[in-house]
């Protein structure tokens, strides 16, 4: 078992959205993902099969998907995908995110 506390080990940075690789297995990989208002992650899509599920664990944004279709997201909610599906994310507020990818790419 491990533990890890994203909040210490994660900052923001005013240049771009910060990453942190939480876990990463054979099984999934973890993610953490810090943007400040305004930042985001393009939509895109991965060309495998598998699934995505973004967390939003603090802050105000969107999920983004194809067709330009934009989800209000805030603490608590989740988006579940096919990974080969169109997401992508943008912060309205500073937000601290959890992407959890199965099988991990």
């Known amino acids: 078992m491990k533990t890890i506390n994203i909040i210490e080990e994660n900052t923001f940075s005013d240049k771009g959205l910060k990453s942190f690789l939480v876990h990463d297995s054979p099984y999934f990989k973890i993610i ?4 400040k208002a305004g930042q985001e992650l393009p939509v895109h899509s991965h060309d495998i099969e598998g699934q995505v599920s973004i967390l939003i664990l603090e802050g105000e944004g ?4 194809a067709d330009d279709a934009v989800i209000p997201a805030g603490a608590g909610t989740v988006l579940i995908s096919e ?3 169109p ?11 959890i992407v959890t990818i199965a099988p991990p790419i």
């Open 87 to 97: 997401h992508g994310i943008r912060a309205k507020s500073d937000m601290r995110v």
């Open 83 to 85: 990974i080969s599906e």
């Open 32 to 35: 953490n993902f810090n943007f």
């Open 62 to 65: 969107e999920f983004l998907g």
